[in-house]
Structures are given as C-alpha cells and as structure tokens.
C-alpha cells in the first residue's frame, strides 16, 4: 500500500466510492478524472494511476469523464481499470486504452456436478487439463490451421469454432457480440502477426492468465433468481473459469500499430502527455485500419477462449466418463476486458456514437439493453470479475445506472498492490504450490516463478473491489466462486 499522501490533494469525494479530479488539476485535461474506489483502496492506488488517468483526460474527443475501476493500478497509457469514451468524428483511438493483449476476457462454464464428485478426481482432472489447455510463453495449441483459415477466424470469430466442430450452436450467444466484433479486415495486419498468432489459439499464455475450477457455496450465492438465470442453481455446484486473450498476436498488433501512431502524430503535430498514449483520429486512415486489425485480435481471442472450451469439455468428458451436454456444460457468457467498440449511449441526455476504450475493464449492460440476447435482456448482463488464485472470483450482473455513469463499464478483477518482481522476492513458487494444497486448491504451473508472481496477496481484496461496484451501483454481485484447482502459465 502507498502513503495516503501520494493522493493529489485536489482529489475531491463525490460520494462513499466515487471521487474526482477536477479539470483544472492538470493543464490540458478536457474532463474531469473519476475514480471508484473506498477509502482503502483509493490510498493503495499507486502515484501512477493517477498521473495516467489525468493524461487520458487530456485526449482529443474525451466525453464526460476518464474513469478507473477499483481495481485500478499503474498500467501502459491508461491506468489499468481505465475507462474512456471519444466522439468518433472528433476523437481518437489509442492502443494504450485497450492492452497490448487485445480482449483480454473472462469465459464462465455451468457443470451439474458437486464438489463430492468432483474431489476425489480433481487431481487427475487438473493434471489432464494442463496437458490438454498449453500454458506459458510460447504455447502452441493442438489447432492445426492454414493462414486462410486463421484470416477466417479473425472475421468470423467463434462462430468459426461451431461451424468447425469446436462449439455448440448454444455458445455463440453466451458472449458478448456474439463472439465477432464486427469490422475486421485480415489485411490490415502483418505477416509477423499472424505467424505470431496462427499457432496459439487454444492456449492460456502466461501471467496472471488461468484455467480454473471452482465451487459455489450456499452462503456465496448473493441473488438466487439471477444466479439461477445465469445457471447456479446447486450449492457445492462446480464451474470452471478462463482468463486469456489474444496472445502475441494481439500484442504485435498494438506493437505495430504504436510506430504507425507515432508517425501520425508528428505529420498532425497531435501531442500527448505520454508518448505511451500515443494515438490516431478514429476516423483518420490508420485510425480505421489499426480497429479493423483490433478487430481481428479480438475476434482470434473469442476463438482462443472457444478452442479451450471445447478442450475443457473433452477433458471433463474423459475423467468423468459422461458427455459435456449429460453435465450441463454450459457457457454462461465470455466478456472482454481490453478492447475498444463503437457503442451507443446518453450523453447530455442524447444517445449517440462514442468510441469506448476499456482496459483492464469489463462492459456492464443493464437489464434490456438492446445488444443483449433474450437469456439475459430481463435480468442484465453477466460480468465475470477474476480474483487471485488463493481467494476467489466473482460473477456479477449489469445495470441500469453503470450505463448512465460508466458508459456500461465496471471492474475486471482484484488489481494488483505490488510488482511481480516484489511477489517474487516475497514467496518461492513451490512453497506457494504447498500452502495453497494445504487450502485444498490444487495448482499446476508452467512456471514456479510465473506462480510465485500471482501469489494472492500481491492482489487487492477482491471482495472490497466487489462491495465498492456494489455501492456505486455499476455491477452487482451475483455468486462468490472459491477456487479448488488452478492452472496457470
């Protein structure tokens, strides 16, 4: 945690969680910087969160606000949890608001199995998960493609996956878009991108990227009818977490993109307050064909998440000896949490386009919102919010009030307190791998180091961050998941 004065003092407190940083803290800002946070959270919020939000604030086209989730930390451009909205016509469109890791998401699976089933085999059925799911730098997936199809893929998103046997026709509308982010263009990306990409899908990565299993207790689930919508309907009920993205092919996009942008920017004489914002007009020609490229990342990254489903359900299928639809092996729903679309919503009381940046945060659409399918239009959006591996996650639901404020955006996960280098310096790997067994969660790793960095209390109190949307009335708490088995990159 930091001292509490590295707070600005111009920080003013709207309300229990919500508090601003006002036009005037910083020259150029063209709209205030909000952030949600409680009181805790806010002081453990490194100085950097609040230099990067306030830079943000002075991009061309800005609407409204720049905002940062509690979960807020230091990132590259845009804090991580930063929220941002741009006028299309007069706007831009930044790499750093959406990750290098481009839709970087979460996807949530229904099992009707218990823990008393699922214990006695958990070991096995972790270990065959890590053989079936390659984690690490460098993994390359059991999928075999052409660079025609992989140029498929990137158009057409998961529905590729149903259509090539990796999918039920059921999943496509369990997530966010319908897994295909409209506008993608092959040609806009590099031959260094696609080599980069064409072997990964299918696989976890490394960092904080996971492959989960997970248990409901009777007393974790928060709001039965919506949990039963959403299908958590048993106490002791197991589900199965995955956090990826899109690998290095999302990350070579972003990295060939940022030398386009810092071109234009010299020929517009467009400045910013950190070369790592570097940007473009949305509408200009690299604006376009930077989201088109976006677009494909994004779209890989749904396939991605659907080739490990699939692998996911084959593996259950095997330790368990049943068929994925005999275990309702559902898809709840699969969200992004770095990305950039054009959405529609109420500024100044006038609906219109705005281009939203979220990075390292998670879209929150409330009850009828017209984008959301006929499962979840009654009740609002599921939003999946992945803890540490030691303490748990949470699922979550949209809201009507999150769309007035937030342009429908909340939170992605617990936020880190430290470095992974510090984690690393403070717990050795195996020793971690013994405590957490000793707690009965069970975990698999690539790497002892790559484990020791996502040692839980290198984490904030993923609970707090939870109480805090709960509060702001962005997102609320569906159903508390504890982990019982982990693997991880």
Not at 25 to 32: A, E, F, N, S, T
Not at 114 to 125: A, F, G, H
């Amino acid at each position: 945690m930091i001292k509490i004065n590295n707070i600005p003092k111009e920080i003013k407190q709207i309300s229990e969680v919500v508090w601003e940083l006002p036009a005037s803290y910083k020259k150029g800002m063209r709209v205030p910087a909000r952030i949600y946070a409680s009181k805790e959270l806010l002081q453990g919020m490194d100085a950097g969160v609040f230099d990067q939000l306030t830079n943000v604030a002075c991009l061309p086209g800005i609407q409204k606000h720049a905002y940062c989730m509690p979960d807020g930390h230091w990132g590259y451009g845009f804090p991580i949890g930063g929220v941002a909205a741009f006028d299309p016509e007069k706007g831009v469109i930044s790499p750093g608001g959406i990750g290098f890791d481009i839709n970087c998401g979460m996807r949530l699976i229904t099992t009707n199995l218990t823990i008393d089933e699922v214990k006695p085999k958990l070991n096995s059925l972790i270990d065959l998960l890590f053989e079936r799911v390659p984690t690490g730098v460098g993994g390359k997936g059991f999928l075999r493609i052409t660079e025609n199809q992989f140029k498929d893929i990137m158009v057409d998103g998961a529905s590729w996956c149903v259509e090539n046997g990796y999918g039920w026709k059921e999943d496509t509308k369990r997530i966010e878009e319908n897994g295909k982010i409209k506008g993608a263009d092959p040609t806009r990306v590099s031959d260094r991108a696609i080599k980069r990409g064409i072997r990964q899908m299918g696989t976890l990565g490394s960092g904080n990227h996971y492959l989960e299993v997970q248990m409901v207790k009777a007393e974790n689930i928060l709001r039965p009818d919506i949990a039963k919508k959403f299908g958590i309907i048993n106490p002791d009920q197991i589900v199965i977490m995955v956090h990826c993205g899109s690998r290095g092919f999302g990350h070579q996009i972003g990295t060939d993109y940022l030398t386009t942008f810092n071109k234009v920017m010299k020929d517009l004489d467009l400045g910013v307050k950190d070369r790592e914002l570097a940007c473009a007009p949305f509408k200009s020609k690299e604006g376009q064909n930077y989201y088109k490229a976006m677009a494909c990342a994004a779209n890989a990254a749904f396939v991605n998440r659907q080739v490990i489903l699939h692998r996911v359900r084959e593996s259950f299928s095997q330790i368990f000896k049943k068929e994925p639809e005999d275990m309702d092996m559902k898809l709840i729903y699969d969200v992004a949490h770095n990305i950039a679309k054009v959405e529609k919503h109420k500024i100044d009381g006038v609906k219109q386009e705005v281009v939203v940046h979220r990075k390292g945060s998670t879209r929150s659409f409330g009850p009828g919102h017209p984008d959301l399918n006929s499962l979840y239009k009654e009740v609002g959006q599921p939003v999946i919010l992945g803890g540490s591996m030691e303490t748990g996650s949470y699922l979550l639901v949209g809201t009507d009030k999150a769309m007035e404020e937030t342009f429908g955006s909340t939170a992605h996960g617990s936020g880190r307190t430290m470095s992974r280098t510090k984690a690393k310096q403070m717990v050795n790997g195996e020793c971690l791998q013994r405590e957490m067994a000793a707690k009965g969660i069970y975990v698999k790793s690539a790497s002892m180091t790559g484990l020791a960095e996502e040692a839980g209390f290198a984490y904030k109190d993923v609970s707090e961050v939870v109480s805090v949307l709960e509060k702001a009335d962005i997102s609320r708490g569906v159903v508390a998941l504890k982990p019982i088995g982990n693997i991880k990159g």
